[in-house]
């Protein structure tokens, strides 16, 4: 089984990797090979019995997309993207990275011929919806995004869904909620807040939050974000039909509830750590996105979610204890 991995850099990308190193099979099949690309190399330790190569490149190069698939991978998961923030602010970037890097992949994978169908798994987002919503979005509800990210997003799963049709590929997209809580610093997207105003009062920081208080939120957590990718990496894809994308389960919670939640299990001087300082811009972009979701296509095929947001809370305690 050779593995190959497109944002492999990342927080979710590194996760998914020592996963894969500790269990050393997937889908019942030994891993020998993983190829972990990102536009920075990604920092691996080299694991035994398994062949790493780290590399860094940019995936709106057909010529490096082709050559990363020239190696035939059997498996490939697909996290690389230009954050929902940057790609509102670069449109150029956005289209380039999240569409183009798309088109050039799909191609490649086609170029191979009719005996290469390599299980592809795509994180898509469920910025792909745009407002006016339903009080719980299924599947079925209209993909009409309001942001240039949830556009690229949206037009990475119709390709998905086309050339899976064809029978190029045999693909997977899962739509994220918003992964909290991130470790390490803020990134660019509109939505690090989220992560922030837990993240920051743990470390005994000071956390900016820019929207209200009721703004509510899909979340789900860093370990949640791999089960999910493992679980679609290996699930039976003919239940899904012609339509291979899926809204993840999470956690329906607003700002306020996370704060209680932070309370509820650092106390109040680190809750108290959180400076409201409102930002027009996010506002704004988090207003066009959606709130709530009935996940039960994702379920009845074996996706699960996380119970509580205080269980989210107490995991990335753990997890940066574990870390040092």
Known sequence: ????ILGAAGMVGRRLIERLLAEKTVA?????????????TPEIA???????DAQAGDIADAATVKALVDRRPDMIFHLAAIVSGEAEADFDKGYRINQQGMSYLLEAIRA???????????????AVF???????????????PLTSYGTQKAICELLLN????????????IRLP?????????????????????REPLAGQEAILPVADDVRHWVASPASAVEFLMHAA????????????????????????????????????????IRREPDAVIEKIVAGWPRDFDASRATSVGFSADRSFADIIRAHIADEAARG
């Open 130 to 144: 745009g407002a006016p919503f339903e009080d719980k979005i299924t599947d079925t509800f209209l993909a009409a």
């Open 46 to 52: 080299v694991p035994d019995g398994v062949a790493l």
């Open 234 to 273: 290996t699930m039976d894809t003919d239940v899904l039909g012609a339509r291979r994308c899926l809204t993840m389960p999470g956690l329906s919670v607003t700002i306020a509830e996370m704060i209680e939640a932070l309370r509820e299990v650092a106390g109040d001087e680190v809750a108290g750590r």
């Open 28 to 40: 019942g099949e030994a891993i020998t090979a993983i190829d972990a690309f990102d536009v920075v």
């Open 1 to 4: 089984m050779r593995i190959l």
């Open 112 to 126: 191979e011929g009719e005996n290469y169908r390599p299980r592809l798994v795509f994180t898509s987002s469920i």
């Open 162 to 173: 086309d050339y899976s049709r064809k029978g190029f590929v045999d693909g997977v997209g």
């Open 178 to 198: 918003t992964i909290v809580v991130r470790p390490g610093k803020p990134n660019k997207a509109a939505s690090s807040f989220f992560s922030g105003i837990i």
